[in-house]
Nanobody
Framework: VQLQASGGGLVQAGGSLRVSCVIS????????MGWFRQAPGKEREFVSA????????EYTYSVKGRFTISRDNRKDTVYLQMNSLKPEDTAVYYC????????????????WGQGTLVTVSS
């Protein structure tokens, strides 16, 4: 299984950006998917997760109401729509896949993408 994240870039504060993650090599049921981020000099943190059907989502408190996770299982793609971006959202965003359960812990995810950089200028 390989995950390919894309869509990062430079955006001004208050702007929007959508990052995507394409899953390849999947067999069987879709994976539970998560987004994590790591800012310079900081530890990786959970951002959002979505269950297999897309019917359940989780968000870290700081992005609730601003970010929306979604998925298209026909395209094996997961999206993270980010609105009202703030400079503190600047980070490398990683997508991750789990075959077990929805989780906010990175250790529960078996597969990771390479990350895409999101930079929010003030």
């Amino acid at each position: 299984v390989q995950l390919q994240a894309s869509g990062g870039g430079l955006v001004q504060a208050g702007g929007s950006l959508r990052v995507s993650c394409v899953i390849s090599g999947r067999t069987g049921t879709p994976y539970i998917m998560g987004w994590f981020r790591q800012a310079p000099g900081k530890e990786r943190e959970f951002v959002s997760a979505i269950n297999r059907s897309g019917g359940r989502t989780e968000y870290t408190y700081s992005v609730k109401g601003r970010f929306t996770i979604s998925r298209d299982n026909r395209k094996d793609t997961v999206y993270l729509q980010m609105n009202s971006l703030k400079p503190e959202d600047t980070a490398v965003y990683y997508c991750a896949a789990s075959s077990n359960f929805i989780s906010t812990h990175g250790s529960d995810y078996e597969y990771w993408g390479q990350g895409t950089l999101v930079t929010v200028s003030s």
